[in-house]
């Protein structure tokens, strides 16, 4: 059970897992050095719980405290109250979902373990928009995919912006983070996925000509927002796949292209 503490002071030692949330350099670097990632809302905290994190600290209002009964009832962990005004000086911002949990990090599957179970997998190469990250992991959860592997320079799918865009997916989601670019798409094709990458280049092969959900493995790869996928993760990949545009458009936002790649790849 929960040990709730009351807390007046904003400068509090006690409140450091949650300080400067909004300060997205200090945090990236802070979270994975310390081994935490921060869950916001009722129904991301209670995944995160649900999920195995194990709960370092809660960051509450008074009236969510009911509300977050059962999650405090189940933790060993300090529940700090403060009111609205005093948490948005610990934080920097109006907490408008009520309660913050610090949340331990688990260790990561290595790319292996996730690949001997998967069929589909995403694989994204420096997608560093945590905005981007979320919808793509939500989209994945979805839609079914069984994995997603991340490019040594992704962004942290456990920053708090990736896990609220996400709604909880980056939970759900197994992921696993290659060590080397494009090296580490060796061992995929050698488990046996084809390699699709992602491009809305005219002259890649049109979507539905792949037939990507007859495939018996596939992995699907995706680029960042403005440089797209390199040339070297191209060359690495079995096909290139566009999927059509209209009205001269010149590209999705990834998470879109993540959600017609996906509904293609997993349709029966
Ligand atoms: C905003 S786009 C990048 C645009 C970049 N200028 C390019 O040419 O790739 C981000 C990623 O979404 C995917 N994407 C976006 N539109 C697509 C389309 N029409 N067909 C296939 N993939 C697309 C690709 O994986 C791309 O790398």
Not at 220 to 228: F, H, K, Q, S
Not at 254 to 267: D, E, Q, W
Request: aromatic share 6%; glycine share 8%; hydrophobic share 45%.
């Amino acid at each position: 059970m929960a040990d709730i503490i009351p807390v007046d002071d904003p400068a509090d030692p006690r409140l450091s897992d949650f300080t400067d949330l909004t300060d997205v350099e200090l945090r990236r670097r802070r979270e994975p050095a310390e081994g935490l990632f921060v869950a916001e809302g009722e129904k991301v905290i209670r995944r995160a719980a649900q999920a195995g994190y194990p709960m370092r600290s809660m960051l509450l209002s008074e009236k969510w405290l009911p509300v977050m009964r059962d999650v405090l009832d189940q933790v060993r962990a300090p529940a700090y109250v403060m009111s609205p005004e005093a948490a948005e000086q610990v934080t920097g911002y109006h907490v408008h979902r009520g309660a913050l949990a610090s949340m331990g990090r688990t260790p990561l599957p290595e790319p292996g373990a996730l690949l001997a179970t998967a069929r589909r997998v995403v694989i994204m190469e420096a997608v560093n928009d945590h905005t981007n990250i979320g919808a793509v992991f939500r989209s994945a959860a979805a839609l079914g995919m069984d994995g997603v592997l991340l490019s040594p320079s992704c962004a942290d799918p456990l920053y708090r912006r990736s896990v609220k865009v996400s709604m909880g997916a980056v939970f759900s989601v197994p992921y696993a983070r290659l060590g080397t670019w494009p090296g580490g798409l060796k061992p995929v094709r050698e488990a046996g996925f084809r390699l699709l990458a992602f491009t809305p280049d005219e002259d890649a092969v049109p979507l539905d000509d792949i037939g990507a959900h007859r495939l018996p493995r596939v992995a699907l790869l995706l680029g960042a927002e403005g440089d797209g996928l390199s040339a070297r993760a191209m060359r690495a990949a079995d096909d290139r796949v566009r999927i059509p545009m209209a009205h001269g458009v010149d590209s999705l936002n990834v998470g879109a292209a993540a959600a017609v790649a996906f509904y293609a790849a997993t349709r029966t």
